[in-house]
């Protein structure tokens, strides 16, 4: 309980911890609704994961209404019960449906409200182009999630919202059971008190902690192992704050993890490799799953995060190497590797890579098990086992589609080292529809929300990329509707 005493720095009507597109949309929305809003960033610029974002969910959207069909013959734009259906059963009804509910009654506004801001919509698509349970919600803006970011930034600007950068908040105070202000550290190390009415908790969830994610999460065995290809820093400092205060959880611990090469990015070319459904084994040398999983980059990462140490290699031979080069990938990653792209940078970066000691080569398959520490044998024998699967066009362990049974023969072969990399956090605090956090006995906990990546309650166990666009759209309209609900209550 914070000194009734207290002195602030500075005070505010609410204050937004985070600076990506959940925190911006609900200081920006706040802001205009007349409320004086201070957002406080941890880093030096704000953005967070949402600069990495690609498009944005959306149901019965104006950009949707305008195209009346998808470019692809034979499907549709899906309706706000499909939506909310899909989002249900494929959380297998953990989701909670009031924050279901206020993901698909607001997203269309936000794609209207993004246009207004001067942001055009090149496509209204999927993102895996050969997953035919896809819904077709994912608008993709022009400049991505980054430009979004930029404009976002300026309207907070212009509406006269406070940003504080390199701002870390530490603590919630609170004062007989209500929200009284916030405790931070300057950018100079120096500890602030920031007094206000209103939280938003907006600072991305606990993706790039370990130790967080070995605690709450179902990757408990992989935490250590997992491998950070985009630079953000979500470490749980909301979900921390927010259970010193009473706060609950709900569907604690899912997470959008997406395969990686370890230590490159996930524009490279030999990542992008490694990601095709070329032929995986785990570190016991051997398959594990239908290849076809990478697909879905959800779905995939899951499924190699599950391995032993999280270690996966993709074997590649060198007619596969240069059919990636010049005919292009056989599947998309979003646009990251875009749909049948020619990978033209892949030997380079096979060569430069096995130099580095950080992928291997082998002039024959047991030479290049050898290396990898398996039996040559082994090796080999399963080698030629999946070989006789693509010859006979039919994958007796695991059914792999034959489209993508691309046999294994030709040196020099290569193992490319993928890793799970785990994006973000997907659930944490518990909240109810209109985002306030709510404590162990349901009841909201006044004036504290939780927006975003920060909140759970749109998934089950994982990131449904089948609704894809989903976290940027849940991230814009839950941190809208949470700011509404702040200006209802202040103003009475």
Not at 365 to 377: N, S, V
């Amino acid at each position: 309980m914070a000194d009734q005493n207290i002195s602030f720095d500075v005070e505010y009507d609410l204050v937004v911890i985070g600076g990506g597109g959940s925190g911006k949309s609900a200081a920006l929305t706040a802001a205009q609704g007349g409320l004086h809003v201070g957002l406080l960033e941890k880093m030096a610029e704000t953005g967070g994961t949402s600069i990495y974002a690609e498009g944005t969910a959306a149901f019965e959207s104006s950009e949707q209404k305008a195209r009346k069909v998808p470019e692809h013959e034979g499907k549709h734009f899906p309706t706000k019960e499909e939506g909310f259906r899909r989002y249900t059963d494929y959380s297998h009804h953990r989701a909670n449906p009031d924050v279901v509910r206020m993901q698909v009654e607001n997203t269309a506004e936000t794609i209207d409200i993004m246009k207004s801001m001067g942001i055009v919509y090149t496509d209204v698509t999927i993102y895996a182009y050969d997953q035919p349970l896809e819904l077709y919600t994912f608008h993709r803006p022009d400049g991505l999630g980054a430009h979004v970011q930029e404009v976002l930034l300026r309207n907070c600007i212009n509406a006269g919202v406070d940003i504080f950068t390199s701002t870390p908040a530490k603590k919630i105070l609170m004062s007989d059971g209500a929200i009284v202000g916030v405790q931070a550290l300057d950018s100079d190390g120096n500890t602030m008190n920031i007094g206000c009415k209103a939280v938003i908790l907006a600072s991305g969830g606990f993706g790039n902690n370990p130790d967080m994610v070995e605690k709450y999460s179902w990757l408990h065995r992989s935490a250590h192992y997992t491998y950070q290809s985009v630079p953000t820093a979500n470490t749980g400092d909301g979900l921390n704050m927010a259970l010193e205060v009473g706060a609950d959880t709900e569907s604690l611990g899912a997470i959008m993890i997406i395969p990686c090469a370890r230590s490159k990015t996930l524009t490279s070319h030999a990542s992008g490799a490694g990601s095709q459904p070329v032929l995986w084994v785990n570190k016991t040398g051997r398959r594990f799953a239908s290849e076809e999983v990478a697909m879905s980059f959800a779905d995939a990462g899951s499924t190699i995060a599950k391995q032993p140490e999280g270690v996966v290699y993709a074997i590649i031979d060198t007619d596969t190497v240069n059919h990636l080069m010049e005919n292009g990938s056989d599947i998309g990653l979003g646009d990251f590797i875009e749909f049948h792209q020619k990978l033209t940078l892949l030997q380079a970066e096979l060569d430069q890579d096995v130099a580095e000691g950080i992928a291997w080569k082998g002039d024959t398959i047991e030479a290049l098990g050898k290396d990898l520490g398996f039996d040559p044998t082994m090796f080999a024998t399963m080698v030629a086992e999946y070989n006789d699967a693509c010859d006979k066009g039919h994958d007796p362990l695991f059914y792999k589609p034959a489209k993508f049974l691309r046999s294994v023969r030709k040196g020099p072969f290569y193992a490319i080292n993928m890793a799970p990399s785990v994006l973000v956090s997907d659930g944490g605090i518990r909240v109810n529809g209109d985002l306030q956090v709510t404590n162990k006995d349901y009841q909201p906990i006044p004036g504290l929300y939780a927006v975003g990546n920060e909140a759970s309650g749109l998934y089950g166990d994982t990131y449904n990329l089948d609704v894809p666009g989903t976290a940027n759209g849940f991230a814009h309209a839950s941190g809208r509707v949470a700011a509404r609900h702040v200006i209802k209550t202040l103003k009475g």
